[in-house]
């Protein structure tokens, strides 16, 4: 018994070997293109100061019960059509809940309800943490805000009560991106949770 030895030329390995050799490739290939592409959702210091502001910014309009400012904040908050800092599924919940009014004829009441009782109120915001987006938050940036509000009024004074809100930011499409609030949640109330590893 003997073994065979067969010549093979090199036009028989690239037709019995070609096709593994292309799909292995192309594996590799896929694999290294894949590992250096992977995008990058960390904000930068500008765009950490810019939402910090922002969410400032909301928070104060949300909770303002000034005569003088009341139907201003709730304008830019809910009114001002495309620039609005309020999504438009985001204003349909507050108002339901009562926290901006449902439309500018009940702005307008409210407002001269404050004027008439002469009220203020203070805002003092403590915390603001901002985190990166992440596929939970579906690219969005979650910010919690925290503080006390103090009201004053021809009736007393109410307060300090303490608020936390949760807001998902986006940004609205166009030559210059506006952010907005796509949702909200008031965690006022409930126990507060430690910030994850790499929050400010």
């Known amino acids: 018994m003997y073994w065979r030895v067969r010549k093979i030329s090199p036009d028989q390995v690239a037709k019995t070997y070609g096709v593994h050799a292309v799909c292995i490739v192309s ?3 896929n694999l290294i293109l894949f ?7 960390k904000l ?3 765009q950490r100061i810019n939402f910090d502001t922002f969410a400032r910014q909301v928070t104060r309009h949300l909770v303002d019960g000034c005569f003088l400012t009341y139907e201003s904040s709730m304008s830019q908050l809910a009114f001002a059509s495309t620039k609005s ?18 439309n500018p004829e009940e702005m307008k009441a409210i407002g001269r309800q404050l004027k008439e009782t002469k009220s203020v109120s203070q805002v003092s915001i403590n915390k603001v943490n901002i985190e990166e987006p992440s596929q939970a938050s579906k690219g969005l940036v979650p910010i919690e805000v925290s503080g006390l509000l103090v009201k ?15 807001l998902l930011v986006g940004q609205r499409g166009g030559d210059t991106p506006l952010p ?12 507060e949770q430690a910030s994850p590893q790499g929050g400010p």
Do not use: C, Y
């Open 27 to 29: 594996v590799l290939f």
């Open 85 to 102: 800092e309020l999504g438009p599924d985001v204003i349909k919940l507050l108002a339901q809940a009562g926290i901006v009014p449902p």
């Open 180 to 191: 907005v609030v796509a949702a909200f949640q008031d965690l006022s109330g409930q126990p």
């Open 44 to 46: 930068t210091e500008t």
């Open 152 to 166: 004053h009024s021809a009736e007393g004074v109410m307060g300090p009560d303490p608020f936390r809100f949760k």
């Open 35 to 41: 590992s250096k592409v992977a995008p990058s959702n």
